[in-house]
């Protein structure tokens, strides 16, 4: 591979880490702290409104389900 295609690939790079930190600031931490297991750190909110047909595809194929929520495995490694 020649110098030039290297630096074309490390600009790529760079400008593809630069919007994903950017997109990261837009994200709000929860400073609480909360105990081992019962949460993250994102602050929860509404949520975005999602078309019924997308939602039921959803809950058709999870696993766990309980009410209007999709329970999921967290942290099983």
Known sequence: MDEKKKLEIEKQARDILA?????LSNIELNTKKTKIGLGGFRKEG???KCDSEFRESMFKNAPKKEGDFIIAETKNW
């Open 46 to 48: 509404q949520g975005k």
């Open 19 to 23: 919007k994903f930190g950017k997109s």
